[in-house]
């Protein structure tokens, strides 16, 4: 069965600290990686994908396929990073799984 | 442009009592989905469609109906409401990029039943 596992339910970070919001996957075949962010009454919208190798708001993810991992990091925490955080991974483009999420708090 | 929209945004039903979830887009995508999000949990996928007249079941489609007579709606419909299907729902879209597929999400309605 298809798996997502974010650990860390609650995370707290101080700004300017480096941040690591982990995911780890169980899937058959190669997924697509995606981390998906919801910022405070706003909608869940799309962070990066992992086929597009970008970095967005200075956050970057790589993907470990031996440890079937795809954390999520940035190297100086902001303020407006504060959010809940889901890895979604995908294997055909139809279905996504979510992990449970992380919230980040970002301390001023 | 007004994306993805969900109505209503917050719903109370008695058990037994059915409702239609409303989702329509108007971004001309051909992929539609319906999460449910319960307490502390990830999204969950009840059902979606890859195109006008096509549906089909997500991880948890017991107890939920959907159809698509057009691109836009995709509605979600609750025959029997029972406690557990207390939850936020949020639909989606999304539109072929090559071989990612970023999705567009509503505001969420939530749901209680009592």
């Known amino acids: 069965a298809q798996r997502v596992t974010q650990p860390e339910k609650l995370l707290s970070v101080f700004k300017g600290a480096p941040v690591e919001l982990k995911c780890n996957y169980s899937?058959?075949?190669?997924?697509?990686l995606f981390w998906y962010v919801q910022y405070s009454r706003q909608r869940l919208q799309l962070l990066l994908r992992?086929?597009s190798r970008e970095s967005i708001k200075g956050f970057t993810a790589d993907l470990n396929k031996g440890e079937t991992s795809f954390h999520l990091k940035k190297p100086f925490a902001q303020e407006e990073d504060s959010a809940m955080y889901y890895c979604?991974?995908?294997?055909?483009?139809?279905?996504?799984?979510f992990g449970t999420g992380t919230s980040l708090t970002v301390i001023p | 442009n007004a994306g993805v929209t969900q109505t209503p945004k917050f719903r109370i039903l008695k058990i037994g009592q059915s409702m239609t979830l409303q989702c329509t887009q108007d971004?001309?995508?051909?992929?539609m989905y319906w999460y449910r999000q319960d307490p502390g949990m990830g999204l969950k996928l009840i059902y979606y469609?890859?195109?006008?007249?096509?549906?089909d079941k997500g991880e948890v489609p017991n107890g939920y109906n959907v159809s698509r007579s057009t691109t836009e709606d995709f509605p979600l419909r609750l025959e029997l409401a029972a406690p557990s299907q207390t939850s936020v729902y949020f639909c989606?879209?999304?539109?072929?990029?090559?071989?990612?597929?970023?999705?567009?999400f509503g505001p969420g309605t939530r749901l209680t039943v009592t």
């Open positions: 992992h086929i």
């Open positions: 979604a991974p995908t294997n055909t483009g139809n279905q996504f799984y």
């Open positions: 971004m001309n995508h051909n992929y």
């Open positions: 899937y058959s075949g190669s997924p697509e």
């Open positions: 989606a879209s999304s539109y072929r990029q090559g071989l990612s597929y970023e999705q567009y």
């Open positions: 469609s890859v195109g006008a007249g096509i549906t």
